[in-house]
Structure formats: structure tokens, C-alpha cells
């Protein structure tokens, strides 16, 4: 009896940790809405492993807030954007044989989720690299906006940096979070 009972409890975390997952939802379908702009579970699937993808659903939003608040501030972000001969690096999926442990990793990522969503590994991270480039304009733009700290250069001003931001992104959830609806699990 109580052998069944323990295998009952086993089944059902085995099936409630793969319910985790975003491949039971489709593409189409909104994981959250920011202030009237949708986070759809294919962004997520893009650029995280479904497996790990709900894991930075409070991430995205965090990042869909920032572009909102530095759009509103009507603040230019080109000029934090990585040139495209300067991101080429990031850019280029790293070479089959590589010795590089970061470049395997790289590979490994863009082959898997190249897989997923039909896409050749090339394009995968060519597409991935301007997403994340932007992402990291704006999130930039907007914590040197508003903690007044550029060109962090010693680990003090590293701390500082980290601290005052981490404070700045839970206020700004805080401010909106009336705006902030999450539609799965």
C-alpha cells in the first residue's frame, strides 16, 4: 500500500514537472501582456529552451517594461546598439570544431534551438544576436539614465551599479504592476 502510494506521488510529480514546459502551449498564444504590448510564447521559445523558458517570463517583462519607459522618455537607444561589424562576433554561429568551451555552449544552444523552430543554426544566431543586442540598448540606455553611473570600471562601481539597478527594475515592476498581466504558468 504504501510502495503504491509513493509510486502515485513519483507519477505525479513527473507529470506536473513536465507541465512546465511551453511546448504544451502554441506560438501564438500570449504569456503576458505589458502595458497592452504582448510577450507571445513563441518570443520566450525563441530565445530560451522550452524547458527554462517560463524561468525568465519575469525577466522579459522586466525588459518589455525598460523599452516602454525609455521609448516614453523619448531617449535614442542607436548608440548603445552594437555596430554590426563590432556584434559580428556574436553574431556568427562559432565553427563545428571548436576547442572553445563558450563557442561549444554557443553552438550547442543555436543547433537546438535552430532545431525547434525550423530554422538553420546561422540564422538562428544572427537572429538571436539582434534581439539580445537590442534588449541589452535598452536595458543600458536606461539604468546609466537613471542611476547616473557610466562606464562601470572598478568592482565598487560595479556593486553600486548592480545594486542601484536591481532596485530600479523592482520599482519599476512595483509602478506597473497594475499593468502587468501573466497568462501562464
Not at 507529470?15 to 500570449?30: H, I, Q, T
Not at 501582456?33 to 513563441?42: A, C, H, R
Not at 562559432?94 to 555552449?105: C, L, S, V
Request: aromatic share 8%; with cysteine.
Amino acid at each position: 500500500m504504501k510502495r503504491s502510494l509513493l509510486f502515485s506521488v513519483l507519477i505525479s510529480l513527473i507529470l506536473l514537472a513536465g507541465c512546465s514546459s511551453l511546448s504544451r502551449y502554441d506560438d501564438n498564444e500570449v504569456a503576458a501582456v505589458v502595458k497592452d504590448q504582448e510577450i507571445t510564447v513563441g518570443d520566450l521559445r525563441f530565445l530560451y529552451p522550452d524547458d527554462k523558458a517560463l524561468d525568465y517570463l519575469d525577466w522579459t517583462i522586466k525588459v518589455e517594461l525598460v523599452k516602454q519607459e525609455v521609448e516614453k522618455m523619448n531617449i535614442e537607444v542607436t548608440d548603445k546598439l552594437n555596430r554590426e561589424e563590432d556584434d559580428d562576433w556574436f553574431g556568427q554561429l562559432p565553427p563545428e570544431n571548436t576547442e572553445d568551451q563558450g563557442g561549444k555552449q554557443i553552438r550547442k544552444f543555436a543547433e537546438t534551438q535552430a532545431k525547434k523552430l525550423n530554422m538553420k543554426p546561422e540564422e538562428f544566431q544572427k537572429q538571436y544576436a539582434k534581439i539580445i543586442n537590442e534588449q541589452n540598448a535598452y536595458m543600458i540606455t536606461y539604468l546609466e539614465e537613471k542611476t547616473g553611473i557610466e562606464n562601470v570600471d572598478d568592482e565598487a562601481a560595479k556593486d553600486e551599479f548592480n545594486e542601484k539597478s536591481d532596485a530600479l527594475l523592482e520599482e519599476l515592476v512595483e509602478e506597473n504592476k497594475d499593468g502587468i498581466e501573466v497568462l501562464i504558468q
